[in-house]
């Protein structure tokens, strides 16, 4: 699971075991469950952000970084089970994102139907983290 993958042809499966932010419109394939905010700061200063906070975290873990390309890929396990979970962040330019900096975050779980609002949570808290800084 080295590849980042593509937000624009992201389809996601039936299971209610992922959580998906994006900008209106990135993702063509796939029902996004919450818009983007806008961010403060430039594309650069928002993926160095994100890098600073992934790092900060115990159980997180870089697997792939793209300074170039503005993308992280990340894996997430939790406390208790130890079940690992693969988030995908792109941060997109102001070109991109209709105007602002943004961006389109993916978390998944590698097994179980449910997550029990696990992703949804994780996503959740970064980009209140994100928005703190």
Do not use: H
């Amino acid at each position: 699971m080295a590849d980042f993958i593509s937000f624009e042809t992201l389809t996601r499966p039936a299971k209610p075991n992922t959580y998906l932010v994006a900008p209106d419109g990135l993702c063509a394939n796939a029902k996004v469950d919450a818009a983007s905010p806008d961010l403060l700061g430039s594309p650069r200063g928002v993926f160095s952000q994100l890098s600073e906070i992934i790092a900060s975290e115990r159980r997180w873990g870089k697997l792939r970084v793209d300074p170039e390309g503005l993308r992280l890929r990340f894996i997430a396990r939790s406390a208790l089970m130890r079940f690992t979970d693969d988030i995908d962040i792109r941060v997109l330019t102001a070109n991109e994102a209709g105007g602002a900096t943004r961006v389109a975050i993916y978390s998944r779980s590698r097994i179980g139907y449910s997550d029990l609002g696990a992703n949804a949570k994780r996503v959740n808290d970064l980009l209140a983290r994100l928005i703190a800084k």
